[in-house]
């Protein structure tokens, strides 16, 4: 959901950006009916998707990896330590921008996340966070998978407004 939100939205902003989904489950499962059902919603069909699991390669070809949860980066992390500068949860990178400020004009990406890293330290990955974390609605009603959307897409929203509202 995350994955389709973000492209929409870099699409709609006119940013040239690739959007590759993968995660730690299983290859080839297809998203739930809810997930469906929910992002059709906003106009979205992913029904065609199919889970991909998260590679050390798909992590040293990224400008960025977004995960969902501290436990999702510290996966991430750990299978290449280089990625740490360039990786967030989505949660921690909109509310790290919205404290650092907004990318500039000219200034490249990894510098943006440079000034927004700085300070951050490994150690804040261990446990859980609400103020990082997404709740996962795999299993749940329909209304989580609602209330999922609507905080992806929010925050989707607000990560092109912080670090691509230059259009670059």
């Known amino acids: 959901m995350a994955g389709a939100l973000l492209a929409r939205g870099l699409g709609a902003a006119r940013i040239a950006a690739t959007v590759d989904s993968a995660g730690l489950c299983h290859e080839g499962i297809p998203p739930a009916p809810e997930a469906v059902s929910v992002m059709a ?6 029904s065609h998707h199919r889970s991909r699991l998260l590679t050390a390669a798909d992590l040293a070809t990224s400008e960025l990896v977004l995960a969902m949860t501290r436990a999702h980066v510290r996966h991430a992390v750990v299978l290449d330590p280089a990625a740490w500068p360039r990786t967030f949860t989505l949660k921690e990178l909109v509310w790290r921008a ?18 927004i890293s700085r300070g951050r ?5 261990l446990g859980d966070s609400p103020r990082d974390d997404l709740a996962d609605p795999t299993g749940g009603p329909l209304s989580a998978y609602e209330v999922t959307a609507a905080q992806l897409a929010q925050l989707a929203d607000r990560l092109i407004e912080l670090g691509w509202a230059s259009g670059e």
């Open 41 to 46: 919603a906003y106009g979205l069909d992913v």
């Open 121 to 125: 330290g490994r150690m804040a990955l």
């Open 98 to 115: 919205e404290q650092t400020g907004p990318r500039q004009p000219g200034e490249p990406l990894a510098d943006w996340l440079g000034r």
